[in-house]
């Protein structure tokens, strides 16, 4: 295995913790930090770590903040089968059994402990997240569980990413996205007048919040693949003074996770008023997600994280300014 894991630690040497996947045991609530296939160092895997550290704000003493740095190989994929297996047996599958007998929980017991883990992924993490969710349903239905229990233990989980990678939906999801990202945008200019593209949005950003197989069935027929709620928030462009479009290397940096790192007054210099608005959308479902993990944690009751809720709360706390609500109203028909 090439792959190296660890926990972003402020105690520890360099604020970052070594671990052996093997021994990992959840206890309190746990950001799977997932980022670009460059990540391949620890010292990379840690400044993801921090990106959502710094997110999180003081929340993040609540919360382990779990990396990983893919090492170097000649595989497409960064994470090996073995280790992708390895990370659902010791961070998911515990979470579903009891401790002293091994046997399944009841369902509202599995939702309760796995509304402990959220992804957060960059790019080509959004994939390897992807692996992670899919060997998990493999595992539960080997467990003799049910399609509608599955469906409903995976529905616990929650992804936060920024220019996703797949057009995978497997679990509910929040996507934040640059329409001037060609790398990793899949939404091109869908959200904004399709691919007629209007200079009227230029400094525009839209949040949609789509229920499966409504706009994205649209254009990605196989429902299999948009199996829950997601809310998507596309800015045009998150960066000042990118007037030259046709510039790879000026789309590459609308690319560049990085630039949603903050500065002494909260947000980098760099950062357009909506690029401000996408880092916001990022924070408040960072923090909204691990309310509810928390509050799961100290309930014996389940309590679900309701995207349509947090839909609102992004509403009600982004700006209203260069807002699209219903960004091309055909699309949705």
């Not at 009891?98 to 939702?111: A, F, M, R, W």
């Not at 199996?227 to 609308?254: C, H, M, P, W």
């Amino acid at each position: 295995m090439e792959s190296k894991f660890g926990f972003r630690n402020k105690s520890s040497e360099n604020h970052w913790q070594p671990y052996e996947i093997k021994e990992l045991k959840v206890t309190k609530p746990m950001v799977i930090c997932l980022s670009g296939n460059a990540t391949r160092t620890e010292l990379e895997a840690n400044g993801f770590c921090k990106l959502v550290e710094n997110l999180l704000g003081d929340k993040s003493q609540e919360v382990d903040l779990f990396g990983v740095a893919y090492g170097d190989n000649d595989r497409r994929v960064r994470l090996s089968s073995e280790e992708v297996e390895l990370l659902v047996d010791t961070i998911l599958m515990p979470l579903c059994k009891d401790d002293k007998t091994g046997k399944l929980l009841s369902v509202e017991e599995c939702c309760r402990n796995l509304s402990l883990i959220t992804f957060f992924t960059f790019c080509y993490g959004n994939f390897e997240a992807s692996r992670i969710i899919i060997k998990f349903n493999e595992k539960l239905k080997s467990q003799g569980l049910s399609k509608e229990a599955r469906s409903t233990l995976t529905k616990s989980l929650c992804e936060i990413n920024y220019a996703k990678e797949t057009d995978s939906v497997l679990c509910p999801q929040i996507a934040i996205a640059s329409a001037q990202d060609p790398i990793g945008n899949i939404f091109s200019f869908r959200y904004f007048c399709d691919y007629d593209y209007d200079y009227k949005f230029k400094d525009h950003y839209a949040m949609v919040y789509d229920e499966p197989g409504q706009f994205c069935k649209k254009y990605w027929p196989n429902t299999e693949l948009r199996r829950y709620d997601s809310i998507t928030v596309i800015a045009n462009s998150i960066l000042k003074g990118n007037s030259d479009r046709d510039s790879f290397s000026l789309q590459s940096e609308e690319h560049n996770i990085g630039y949603f790192k903050k500065d002494e007054n909260g947000f980098n210099p760099r950062l357009n008023e909506e690029g401000k608005a996408l880092r916001s959308a990022m924070q408040i479902s960072l923090q909204k997600r691990i309310e509810n993990s928390i509050l799961n944690q100290n309930s014996k009751s389940y309590t679900r994280f309701d995207l349509q809720e947090l839909n609102s709360c992004l509403e009600n706390n982004l700006p209203k300014e260069n807002r699209i609500s219903s960004p091309v109203e055909k699309d949705f028909a």
